[in-house]
């Protein structure tokens, strides 16, 4: 079994920043971070195969960037320019087997943390 602890959840005006980081007891390959608004359906994020190859929800690219720390089992998500529409509870999410590329949509995580807010005022 893998835990995944979230953490660096906030409340930030528009246009900050926050760093969110995730961290995996247990071996992992391809980790993910997911977002759920309030009252709305969960959405993928951004994501990291075994490769370093990333993928991103359109409307995060450029703002958003998703990466592994030296720890491989830590995974971070820097969030530029944040937007009232970032407001939701972010998930981090984990797959025992490793994707080798991406596919349409999002793949299927086996393991997810608890998740952690983060808000955006206007």
């Known amino acids: 079994q893998v835990h995944l602890v979230e953490s660096g959840g906030g409340s930030v005006q528009a246009g900050g920043s926050l760093r969110l980081s995730c961290a995996a007891s247990g071996s992992t390959c391809t980790m993910g971070w997911f977002r759920r608004p309030l009252g709305k359906e969960r959405e993928g994020v951004a994501a990291?195969?075994?490769?370093?190859?990333?993928k991103y929800e359109d409307s995060v690219k450029g703002r958003f960037t998703i990466s592994k720390g030296d720890a491989k089992n830590t995974l971070y998500l820097h969030m530029n320019g944040l937007q009232p529409e970032d407001t939701a509870m972010y998930y981090c999410a984990a797959r025992r087997a490793c994707l080798l590329g991406w596919g349409p949509g999002w793949p299927d995580f086996d393991y997810w943390g608890q998740g952690t807010q983060v808000t955006v005022s206007s």
């Open positions: 990291i195969d075994l490769n370093g190859s990333l």
